[in-house]
């Protein structure tokens, strides 16, 4: 082995003083040091001689690419170049590094800068890994990704391409296809340009089976006789098929609450393994649920899905309790309408009567002629048919001062009675009977005359003057 070693070196330096070539640096990457930017690259095998070094630059807006020195970083024996301000403000320009001795240098080498924050992410079981490119982008490159087993890493540390991740153009790559899920796997990604390259950046170990993020689950639910019907979907993989074929255990918690507008819920809790129904809910209210996947044996929890909310009727024998207490109500409610439309007339009848009549009511007589007419004296006098001729009297009338100068014949002398017999101005008698007689007639007849004793004692001619008056 000790013999090689110089045999290699005599042989490198004799190959290098034939054809005056001097092997490029390489694996050129830039630092970011607390503001600064160092452009940095590994040394050349030298063989004894001094190796220098020259650092170029050009903007990627220059069409025909001219290369310029960059300053404090020709000809210098370091293998890193801190680059100015002028440079680094830049993001648009490239780096060239090559090695001198001499007369002699290598070919150029162009700086290309690594990707950073290399991550990957799984959602139901697309495992997608995403990287940053540096701030400082030296041109236009590609990237390039691998990925290695945690037994290739153990055995004899080998990488693998990822399917469909390289060359890209985009800073994130599908692995869904190049990882198993019972495994633990290591990734890195490098840019390229041509024929340079940056340093792989490495992420963290993944394992897509604790890693992964369980999506939301589909749900629908139904509301039907007083109950929720919850069906639920099993989350799906990229590929179309259920994580149940990765997660035999998956399951779901239901939670589920009553729809308060004042914000005070008591959620409550169902566990089930596909759709289920939730029963005891208080009918004509508003509930609410989400449902999340879960896997015990994985100790993994999903993502919740969106809320849903849905509103609970009541089962056939509540629904006839509320048609009875409604056909009740709605009979009181008539009921208590009735009443007080009929207490409304009485006392508006009331209220009229007081207003519209007097106060004061007619006599009885008069009460019972305007009631039952047909039924007085007076018009069954009228009805009889011996009525066939009207009779009249003969009424006089005579003053108080003509009866009191009538000389009245009270009692004779002798105590005898009075004559019953007197001699009216024609010759003829008037005795008692006459006078009764025509003072009855006056009374049937509805007149009113003096008593029949003043008129009988009076005088022929007085009579016979008051009639002329």
């Known amino acids: 082995m000790a013999l090689k070693q110089p045999l290699f070196g005599f042989v490198w330096a004799l190959a290098s003083t034939v054809l005056g070539e001097i092997t490029e640096p390489g694996n050129l990457r830039i630092d970011h040091v607390t503001s600064k930017h160092i452009l940095k690259w590994d040394s050349v095998f030298s063989q004894g001689k001094s190796v220098t ?21 020709t000809r210098i024996a370091e293998t890193k170049c801190e680059l100015l301000d002028d440079i680094a403000s830049n993001a648009s320009y490239s780096l060239r590094v090559r090695a001198e001795h001499r007369n002699e240098t290598s070919n150029w080498t162009e700086a290309v800068a690594a990707p950073k924050y290399v991550t990957i992410g799984s959602f139901n079981m697309k495992h997608l890994v995403k990287w940053d490119p540096d701030v400082y982008q030296l041109g236009p490159v590609t990237y390039s990704v691998q990925f290695q087993g945690q037994f290739e890493r153990s055995i004899n540390g080998s990488w693998a391409e990822a399917s469909n991740c390289t060359d890209l153009t985009e800073t994130e790559c599908d692995l869904f296809d190049s990882l198993a899920f019972y495994a633990t796997y290591y990734l890195r990604v490098r840019a390229e340009r041509g024929s ?3 340093r792989w950046v490495e992420a963290e170990p993944f394992s897509p089976y604790k890693d992964t993020v369980i999506g ?14 919850v069906t639920i979907g099993d989350p799906v993989a990229e ?9 035999a255990d998956l399951a779901y918690h239901v939670i589920y609450w009553v729809k308060n507008e004042e914000g005070t819920t008591k959620m409550q809790n169902k566990s089930a393994t596909s759709s289920t129904v939730l029963l005891n809910l208080q009918p004509w209210t508003n509930y609410c649920l989400k449902v999340q996947a879960y896997s015990e044996e994985s100790s993994k929890q999903g993502q919740f899905s969106t809320i849903t909310c849905e ?8 629904r006839a309790l509320a048609a009875a207490e409604v056909l009740f109500i709605t009979l009181v409610a008539v009921l208590v309408v ?8 009485i006392y508006a009848r009331r209220a009229i009567k007081y207003l519209m009549y007097p106060s004061y009511s007619l006599p009885v007589h008069i009460r019972e002629y305007l ?12 009805n009889k048919e011996e009525l066939h001729e009207e009779h009249w009297d003969k009424l006089s009338i005579v003053s108080q001062s003509e009866i009191n100068s009538v000389p009245l014949n009270s009692t004779k002398t002798d105590g005898s009675k009075p004559d019953k017999a007197t001699t009216k101005p024609d010759g003829k008698t008037l005795n008692e009977e006459d006078d009764v007689q025509s003072s009855q007639s006056s009374v049937d007849s509805g007149h009113y005359s003096n008593s029949t004793e003043n008129s009988s004692h009076q005088t022929p001619q007085s009579l016979e003057d008051a009639s002329r008056t």
């Open 311 to 318: 509103y609970v009727t009541a089962d056939a024998k509540r």
């Open 196 to 198: 340079a390259m940056s």
């Open 216 to 229: 939301p689950p589909k749900v629908e639910v139904l509301s039907q006789g007083g109950e929720l019907h």
């Open 53 to 73: 070094y020259s650092v170029q630059r050009t903007f990627d807006g220059d069409g025909n690419r001219n290369w310029t020195d960059v300053q404090n970083c």
């Open 371 to 382: 009631t039952e007419p047909f039924q007085q004296p007076l018009f069954e006098t009228l």
């Open 338 to 345: 009735t009443l007080g439309c009929f207490f409304f007339v």
């Open 239 to 247: 590929d179309g098929l259920s994580l149940r074929n990765n997660y």
